[in-house]
């Protein structure tokens, strides 16, 4: 089972690993035209004991401000845990800021990175917590990496396809 330390960073992974979906054609009007709508997905995350668990997300996206500005809700259940978060994240000139809140474990902090063609490399911080991201976009399909740092989460995987 998941910590709870853990879980809290595990929710403010997987919502920036899906935050940064994007497409490289997207990438040159605004950073999130094309994520508007539903996704859906599933991954592993991997403890430090070796052990892994089932990662189940989906997620709603409302898109402004020229691809710009963006508001996702966010639901994910593994094993042991489930996730409900709601972010808000602007792109300027490459660089995305933000910040999110997850709303069953009153957990809460701000994202940072940088978007350049189809590739998401971002920050996670919050309250005793923090982890780097990676988001590669291929088409309808996202591929996220999340590593934490100091947890008993090694590794969170997760593909996500538009629906």
Same mark, same amino acid.
């Given at each position: ?7 809290? /960073? &595990?929710?403010?992974?997987? /919502?920036? %690993?899906? /935050?940064? +979906? ?12 094309? +994520?508007? %709508? ?8 991997? +403890?430090?004991?070796?052990? #892994? ?10 898109? !402004?401000?020229?691809?710009? &500005? &963006?508001?996702?809700? +966010?639901?994910?259940? @593994? ?17 995305? #800021?933000?910040?999110? #809140? ?6 809460? %902090? ?11 490399? !971002?920050?996670?911080?919050?309250? %005793?917590?923090? !982890?780097? /991201?990676?988001? !590669?976009?291929?088409? @309808? ?18 593909? &996500? $396809? $538009?629906?």
């Amino acid at each position: 089972m998941i910590s709870t330390s853990a879980t809290r /960073l &595990l929710s403010a992974a997987v /919502l920036f %690993g899906s /935050l940064g +979906l994007t497409s490289t054609a997207s990438m040159a009007a605004g950073a999130f035209d094309g +994520l508007a %709508g539903y996704w859906n997905g599933s991954g592993r995350v991997q +403890l430090s004991d070796g052990s #892994t668990e089932r990662i189940r997300c989906r997620a709603s996206y409302a898109v !402004a401000g020229g691809g710009r &500005l &963006l508001q996702q809700t +966010l639901v994910c259940a @593994s094993d042991s845990a489930r996730f409900d978060i709601t972010s808000h994240v602007e792109e300027n000139g490459g660089r995305i #800021t933000g910040s999110w #809140t997850e709303a069953t474990r009153n957990a809460n %902090g701000q994202v940072s990175g940088t978007a350049r063609g189809g590739r998401i490399d !971002a920050q996670v911080g919050g309250p %005793g917590f923090s !982890a780097s /991201l990676s988001v !590669a976009t291929r088409g @309808s399909t996202q591929s996220v990496t999340i590593v934490p740092q100091g947890t008993d989460v090694r590794e969170v995987s997760v593909s &996500l $396809k $538009k629906r």
